[in-house]
């Protein structure tokens, strides 16, 4: 089956960092636009960012900009999304999805998505 898989979630303290991965099984990802979107109970999806196919491309949600860095490795079928001076307001289940683009991503508009890992940040 073709499926995307996050890890690296958790409970941290603010000001702490995460890096959070994605993998891909059942089909490479490498031709596709992969992004990360966070919802947190109670709230609306949101997207977070955003990766080219080819890393050359990325796209942030203005919450996340300059703390959040997405970046990815097509040899591993993996996306990773580099979180820093987390904050509570951060809180959230984050997952991947694969789309055709980039721009298409921020709309929300997939082919594919994982399950999420939980990242819980106390203050």
């Known amino acids: 089956q073709v499926r995307l898989t996050e890890s690296g979630g958790g409970l941290v303290a603010a000001g702490d960092s995460l890096r959070l991965s994605c993998v891909g099984f059942?089909?490479?990802?490498?031709?596709?636009?992969m992004g990360w979107f966070r919802q947190s109970p109670g709230k609306e999806l949101e997207f977070v960012a955003a990766?080219?196919?080819?890393?050359?491309?990325?796209e942030y949600t203005d919450s996340a900009k300059g703390r959040f860095t997405i970046s990815r490795d097509n040899s591993k079928n993996m996306v990773k999304l580099q979180i820093d001076n987390l904050q509570p307001e951060d809180t959230a289940l984050y997952s991947c999805?694969?789309?055709?683009?980039?721009?298409?991503?921020?709309?929300?508009?997939?082919?594919?998505w994982g399950q999420g890992t939980q990242v819980t940040v106390s203050s």
């Open positions: 999805a694969a789309g055709r683009t980039v721009y298409r991503l921020t709309q929300t508009r997939t082919e594919y």
């Open positions: 059942g089909r490479t990802f490498s031709n596709d636009a």
């Open positions: 990766i080219s196919w080819d890393g050359g491309m990325t």
